[in-house]
């Protein structure tokens, strides 16, 4: 399994991005997505989740601005940033639940590679 990251960039503060995230190999089914990042000299933080039957959370930061979504037929999730804050600058990760081929029964949580966004104000 493979989750592969996309969409980061260089916006002005205000700005919007959309940052996709999608899981190949073999799946058998995905329960939940989730958007970390990192800023430089922070740590990494969990921005929003979504599981398998919708239900999403955002961390209060972002709350508001941040909207995270899925298409399950596409084993595929997206992170839709509105109002971005010179402080929403970071590398962004996506990490999915999967059981596989590889996992059997067990769900098993793997990180894709980061995307950078970059808010300059």
């Known amino acids: 399994v493979q989750l592969q990251a996309s969409g980061g960039g260089l916006v002005l503060a205000g700005g919007s991005l959309t940052l996709s995230c999608a899981a190949t190999g073999r799946i058998w089914s995905i329960n939940a997505y989730g958007w970390h990042r990192q800023a430089p000299g922070k740590q990494r933080e969990l921005v929003a989740t979504?599981?398998?039957?919708?239900?999403?959370n955002h961390v209060d930061s972002v709350k508001g601005r941040f909207t995270i979504s899925r298409d399950n037929a596409k084993n595929s999730m997206y992170l839709q940033m509105n109002s971005l804050k010179p402080e929403d600058t970071a590398v962004y990760y996506c990490t999915s639940n999967v059981r596989s081929a590889d996992s059997g029964s067990y769900y098993r949580t793997y990180w894709g590679q980061g995307t950078q966004v970059t808010v300059s104000s």
């Open positions: 979504i599981r398998s039957g919708g239900t999403t």
